[in-house]
């Protein structure tokens, strides 16, 4: 006769094993996410460098005459009329690097900047060859121990270099990073508190005896997005006024465009949210099907890196999400002084994505 403990235990597997969602999200979806980013981030020992080369008419190419031999010209880079040289150099034991050099003004370099386009600038001049990056990034540092030692290998005249901190507002990881939060904290709250919260609801049966009650479904509904609201905004206005007073952030464009791709941002989470959780009473499937939407988005928009490190296949399918547009949009005014011209079309997009979401998540959402 097997012991109370053991068949508790038993118990506690077959009731693991009675979902076959749980297994799935349990057992096979981490490992799709770990194949995904592998495939993503293990290249072969393959990296992407851009870099913006700022044209000094004083000193056309001389710098990179011996170093873009052979590099092929790309086109649409970032918009349709810009240009870039091409290069890939292999180092022993390091693998294959491909060199963008991006021909440009220094106000395009720091637009390139701002968006994490580039991390490294560089200039000729009669002081030498000037590399400007920010001190405080990995990144930026890395790029520039790379190519400064290749351009000194292949050109002796080149071994006088100047490095030149940016630390110009806009220009920092910082002001990177900040929009980028503010936008996953929109996601996060949105998805985890109201998604989570109904499917917690559901399967404690708690929605079946709120609809037993004269409560009406609409306000119960109302409530949950208004309350929710209120905290997101609160979250985000936390971040800034830090952001603010430690890091000397501004924003330099229109505030109400910025509030209405906000508000888009949340509706069109809100209605994500409600259509993720219509069906399931199971907090393990749900926990699953929300991570299933909040993990890629979180890793490939953009929050912590700028998605320009990915392929360039997958980028127009990156700044589709719904987390990409709204980080690129607050960044834009963060940093560049967008205003409803720039931002129409996303606010546009997360509306409609909101609506067609909202509905459709209330045409199937079961209460009980």
């Given at each position: ?16 094993i ?172 949105t ?8 499917i ?11 609809v ?26 936390v ?38 959780a ?6 393990f499937v ?83």
């Open positions: 006769m097997q012991s109370p403990l053991l068949q508790l235990i038993i118990v506690q597997f077959k009731t693991f009675r979902e076959p969602e749980v297994i799935f999200w349990s057992l096979l979806f981490p490992i799709l996410m770990a194949w995904g980013l592998g495939m993503a981030f293990n290249k072969e020992n393959e990296s992407v460098i851009s870099i913006v080369q700022v044209k000094n008419d004083q000193y056309p190419d001389s710098a990179f005459r011996s170093f873009m031999v052979g590099a092929k010209e790309i086109k649409n880079i970032n918009s349709p009329n810009e240009k870039a040289l091409e290069q890939d150099v292999t180092i022993q034991g390091l693998g294959t690097n491909h060199y963008k050099i991006i021909d440009g003004t220094w106000e395009q370099a720091y637009v390139l900047l701002k968006r994490g386009v580039v991390n490294l600038v560089i200039e000729e001049t009669a002081e030498g060859l000037q590399y400007h990056f920010d001190p405080k990034s990995g990144e930026a540092k890395a790029s520039y121990l790379q190519f400064s030692g290749i351009l000194k290998g292949k050109q002796e005249e080149l071994s006088h270099t100047l490095i030149k901190p940016l630390s110009q507002k806009g220009t920092r990881y910082i002001d990177f990073l900040v929009p980028g939060l503010i936008a996953m904290g929109l996601m996060m709250s998805m985890w508190g109201i998604s989570y919260s109904l917690e609801k559901r399967s404690k049966k708690l929605l079946r005896r709120l037993a009650t004269p409560m009406n479904k609409s306000s119960f509904m109302i409530s949950q997005f208004a309350a929710r609201f209120v905290l997101c905004t609160i979250e985000a206005l971040l800034y006024i830090f952001a603010r007073y430690f890091f000397d952030m501004t924003i330099e464009g229109n505030i109400s465009a910025m509030i209405a791709l906000f508000c888009a941002g949340f509706f069109a989470f809100c209605g994500i949210a409600l259509l993720l219509s069906r399931t009473s199971n907090t749900g926990n699953g099907i929300i991570n299933l939407v909040v993990m890629p988005m979180m890793l490939l928009s953009g929050i912590y890196f700028s998605y320009h490190n990915f392929p360039d296949a997958i980028i127009p399918y990156i700044q589709a999400l719904p987390l990409t547009m709204i980080a690129d949009g607050i960044r834009s005014v963060f940093l560049e002084g967008a205003g409803w011209t720039e931002l129409f079309k996303p606010i546009l997009i997360l509306s409609t994505i909101g609506f067609v979401t909202f509905i459709s998540g209330l045409k199937v959402f079961k209460w009980y």
